[in-house]
């Protein structure tokens, strides 16, 4: 493994140090290059891009363990149906762990047959696996939207260059254009994590 990459996968491990120093390295680059509005657009943006994609990577690894898991309880249903030994339960805290283990429990104190009750969870956790996707679908135009409205300022800024203006000098190296900027910067994040925490959908797992 080479040493970038060890270091992309310790930061990975540990976000909130990983966005600590995207944001102090974009605001020290940005103020080395342009001025301290540039550093703090910088950060700030820097920021917001890692913090969008550790989360996603988060959401993706996550769904990939449910669904493995969910054939792993397949599987341990068939199995048991088949008449090989109940296995132990683990200790993770979730809900489908949760469930899995009361199961077991169930099973031994009353005879219940353990591997239908194992496949009425799969059945059960599957279906609210699809009613959350469906959810996520409805969600997905909002944050498109939001998305649209954050890159807007960019566009503005392309806008100007195209009409003959400097936009980033006004922005970076005067009184008005720092305010401006710094505002600006302030209310996109604060409108990307509204509609990010509007469109949140609950995974309903415990994940």
Known sequence: MS???GLVTVLMARPRRA????????AAAGAATAGPVA????ACYGVLGTRAALRGRAVRHAARDHRRRLDQLCGLAADL???LPVPEP???????AQLTRAAVRLADRT?????????RIEADARAVDRGLAAATAQAAGARATALLLAALPAGGIGLGYGIGADPLTVLLHTPVGAVSAVTAAALQTGGLLWAERLGRVSDGHGR
């Not at 550093?39 to 910088?42: D, E, I, Q, T, Y």
């Not at 683990?90 to 489908?96: E, G, H, K």
């Open 3 to 5: 040493p970038l990459l």
């Open 19 to 26: 966005l600590l120093l995207v944001g102090v390295a974009g």
């Open 90 to 96: 683990d200790d993770r805290p979730d809900r489908l």
């Open 81 to 83: 149906r088949a008449g």
């Open 39 to 42: 550093g703090v657009l910088l």
């Open 111 to 119: 005879g219940a047959p353990l591997a239908e009750l194992l496949e």
